[in-house]
């Protein structure tokens, strides 16, 4: 069994628990989510069964989109709501104030990622030093911000729709907005509505996958990566076998390359030379 779930992660779920959802209802195939989603978030997590686990560093680098709620005047510890309240203040801020700083996270940024995060300092995660009381120190990060916007809640509280790379921490964007507007923050709510091609608006609940366990096919997450048709029986043993081969393509690309042989995906690679390919991923 090879392919993708794509999951409606529940709030209060680790990814790693749903991972082991999955995977029992996989009948224990190997599987591994493609990007955390802390366990205050919900909303789409790709999870990927048998070889497609391997895809992971080509997933984990695509764009994310999210909506979040950020509450001024209030901070936690772990900059949400799971956290002990550290910093208050009565001051109120104004849509335009926000609009007016929003070019300034658009682009390529540096974000020091939450205390209170997965990262690892030697080994441990970040939240696991945290928690024991140890100094977390986390170097900034950067990242890249395709798109924000907020809309006013009311009550100091505001929607921000934002569009991501892999890697952001929406949790930090959250305080780093509101220091620079010289006030404290805690996000309340947090839903990843795409990562790459998974959405929403397809994401799968656990109650759905108990009566029927979809799986999506590799063939459909990668339609967008550049096609390669491997036309005879000979090149086709010698890409199964690790060895360059040769195929047919219309694509300028030399990376990240869909390989094809009589319309059935066997993995992805890369151009080796003017006339060779080679499969890095085999999918079959």
């Known amino acids: 069994m090879t392919g993708f779930v794509n999951f409606l992660k529940p709030p209060k779920m680790s990814s ?9 209802l996989s009948s224990g195939q190997k599987c591994g989510h493609m ?15 048998g070889r497609a686990t391997k895809l992971f560093d080509y997933f984990i680098r695509q764009p994310k989109t999210y909506r979040a ?11 949400d709501l799971d956290g002990i309240v550290t910093k208050k203040d009565d001051k109120k ?7 007016a700083i929003l070019p300034e996270f658009l682009g390529i940024i540096s974000q020091e990622p939450p205390k209170y995060s997965a ?22 990060t950067p990242v890249k911000i395709y798109n924000i916007s907020a809309q006013d809640l009311g009550d100091n509280e505001f929607i921000f729709d934002i569009c991501c790379s892999g890697g952001t921490y929406i949790r930090s964007l959250c305080r780093d907005i509101a220091y620079k507007l010289g006030t404290c923050s805690v996000m309340t709510c947090l839903i990843r509505q795409a990562s790459g091609n998974f959405d929403i608006t397809n994401a799968k609940t656990l ?25 005879d029986q000979k090149n086709y043993v010698l890409a199964l076998n690790g060895a360059d081969f040769k195929a047919m393509t219309n694509s300028n690309k030399t990376q990240d390359l869909a390989f094809y042989y009589n319309d059935k ?20």
């Open 35 to 49: 990007g955390t989603l802390d366990p205050f978030a919900c909303g789409v997590l790709p999870i990927a069964l």
């Open 93 to 99: 801020i104004m849509l335009e104030q926000i609009k």
């Open 119 to 140: 990262k690892r300092i030697n080994g441990k995660r970040a939240y696991e030093l945290a928690r024991s009381g140890q100094e977390v120190n986390l170097k900034p």
């Open 69 to 79: 709620v950020f509450k001024f005047g209030v901070e936690t510890n772990t900059l």
């Open 207 to 231: 109650d759905e996958l108990e009566k029927d366990f979809d799986i999506i096919g590799c063939q459909d997450v990668l339609k967008d990566f550049n096609k390669c048709v491997i036309q």
């Open 16 to 24: 790693a628990q749903a991972v082991a959802i999955i995977k029992k």
């Open 265 to 284: 995906l066997l993995g992805i690679g890369q151009k080796t030379t003017d006339d060779f390919y080679k499969i890095k991923i085999r999918l079959i």
